[in-house]
């Protein structure tokens, strides 16, 4: 009775890995999620000049497919419009937009 407790807790153990290490393949690390985020933050505030203030919202995501992280950024004054923003060649560029006809689109968007 006791080896089966024992096998039971090792299954249990390999199978808790197992699942998290899937969740984390699908959905990317958390903590490289804040730091695109903080990043994206930093380029849109010195690099930009948007002021801090009119930045809403920033939320760092990941591509499975691609295995890529990036940042979706939402302005107070533009709240239904997502600007995706990611790091292409060491530089970060604007990579997607939910309306081409935005007030925050710039000249890396490709």
Same mark, same amino acid.
């Given at each position: 009775?006791r080896?089966i407790?024992?096998?039971s807790?090792?299954?249990?153990v390999?199978?808790?890995i197992? !699942?998290?290490?899937i969740?984390?393949s699908?959905? &990317?690390?958390?903590? @490289? ?6 990043? %994206?933050?930093e380029y ?5 000049l948007?002021? !801090?203030?009119?930045?809403q919202?920033?939320?760092? &995501?990941?591509?499975? @497919?691609s295995g890529?992280?990036?940042?979706? %950024?939402l302005f107070k ?14 530089e970060?560029?604007?990579v997607g937009?939910s309306?081409?006809?935005?007030k ?5 968007y490709?």
């Open positions: 009775m080896f407790n024992r096998i807790i090792i299954v249990l390999v199978m808790t197992l !699942a998290g290490g969740y984390i699908l959905t &990317g690390l958390p903590h @490289k999620k804040s730091q695109i985020a903080s990043e %994206v933050k849109l505030v010195h690099t930009r948007y002021p !801090a203030a009119n930045i919202e920033i939320r760092g &995501g990941y591509s499975f @497919k890529d992280y990036d940042a979706d %950024v004054d533009e709240p239904d419009v997502n600007y995706t923003y990611a790091k292409v060649n060491g970060f560029r604007l937009t309306s081409l006809y935005g925050h689109m710039d000249e890396t490709y």
